[in-house]
């Protein structure tokens, strides 16, 4: 199966720095992951995409020039690195995956992903 496991949340101040790290602890190679949010209240939001083969990425525009998706095939585990953060990007942040390609148009819609992780809790706060 696919097992996404995220970690690295945290606490950060404005205009600081977190690297997310989605691991697929599972036996099945995953096509598609990509990286969604939720505040309290609040429905879940995409945040990031990546194509396994191609390396495709694509962002929501909240995060457009400040967040970074990248994988490393060897760890099978896909990195979310967010820069110049903001009290808006405080979330539980969620790892999603699935097995089949995922047209671009798809990707913002989390019923298109088959596997989540737990969540890791995302505070940007002075």
């Known amino acids: 199966q696919v097992q996404p496991v995220e970690s690295g949340g945290g606490l950060v101040q404005p205009g600081g720095s977190l690297r997310l790290a989605c691991r697929n602890s599972g036996g099945t190679f995953s096509n598609v992951m990509a990286w969604f949010r939720q505040a309290p209240g609040k429905e879940r939001e995409f945040v990031a995409y990546?194509?396994?083969?191609?390396?495709?990425?694509y962002y929501a525009d909240s995060v457009k020039g400040r967040f970074t998706i990248s994988k490393d095939n060897a760890e099978n585990t896909a990195y979310l690195q967010m820069n110049s953060l903001v009290p808006e990007d405080t979330a539980v942040y969620y790892c999603?995956?699935?097995?089949?390609?995922?047209?671009?148009?798809?990707?913002?819609?989390?019923?298109?992903?088959?596997?989540w992780g737990q969540g890791t809790q995302v505070t940007v706060s002075a």
């Open positions: 999603a995956a699935r097995v089949n390609r995922l047209a671009l148009s798809g990707v913002r819609s989390p019923e298109n992903y088959y596997y």
């Open positions: 990546i194509y396994w083969g191609g390396g495709n990425k």
